[in-house]
């Protein structure tokens, strides 16, 4: 149980497209979803979080319009990189949390996206 | 704002030996929960272990048990019998409010184990 995937598992696009991930909850719902940023060798970082009807919650330092946050059913989750840039090249990741707010619940990590921008 | 700090970034053992990754964190809260997850070369993130502050009892999984030590903040896990797919990187983390509406989780930086044959 508790499986999270991600769609893309990779990809590459050219400076100044947008770029959609999913995310989904496979057998639970994902009442609240939550986005983060891995460089090489370094340790996850918290973009956003997102609970399912609700406008996202963004960290300090997160550009909320060019990483667009979509959480408009409990088993689905999507980010937008808009206009993307080659330093938004990156490893994204989501988890998902069955509890509101994502309250003393494990989070369940999706296998992640890679994103090269070129 | 949480802080988590692993003090060793890399670590090896021994194929069947016990190793002990340690962790420590600071923060004003008082209820928080605390994990270790571990990251293979896939890059999947695969939850080791939880622990909840307000419970005494160290959790244990199998081959992995924690030392929870509260008023220390440390939280450091032991892999007892170490076997050569536990080679991963390893992410101490904090889950609190930090002052926020939602629970977050706060990774410290990592610890790459090596288990060697």
């Known amino acids: ?118 | 704002a949480q802080t988590v700090t692993q003090s060793q970034p890399e670590m090896s053992v021994q194929e069947a030996e016990t190793v002990t990754l340690s962790c420590t964190y600071d923060t004003s809260e008082n209820n928080y929960y605390l994990f270790w997850y571990k990251q293979p070369p896939s890059r999947q993130m695969i939850l080791v272990i939880r622990q909840e502050a307000y419970k005494q009892q160290n959790a244990t999984e199998n081959r992995f048990s924690v030392n929870f030590q509260k008023a220390a903040k440390s939280f450091s896990l032991k892999i007892s019998d170490s076997q050569l797919g536990d080679t991963a990187m390893y992410f101490c983390a904090f889950m609190g409010l930090s002052g926020g509406s939602n629970y977050k989780l706060t990774f410290g930086k990592g610890t790459l184990l090596t288990v060697n044959p």
């Open chain 1, 1 to 118: 149980g508790a499986v999270v995937s991600q769609h893309p598992s990779r990809v590459i696009c050219k400076s100044g497209t947008s770029v959609k991930i999913e995310c989904r909850s496979l057998d639970f719902q994902a009442t609240t979803m939550f986005w983060y940023r891995q460089f090489p060798k370094q340790s996850l970082m918290l973009m956003a979080t997102s609970n399912e009807g609700s406008k996202a919650t963004y960290e300090q330092g997160v550009e909320k319009d060019k990483f667009l946050i979509n959480h408009a059913s409990l088993t689905l989750s999507t980010l937008t990189v808009t206009s993307a840039h080659p330093e938004d090249s990156s490893f994204y990741i989501c988890s998902a949390s069955n509890l509101a707010g994502g309250r003393g619940d494990t989070q369940y990590f999706g296998p992640g996206t890679r994103l090269t921008v070129l």
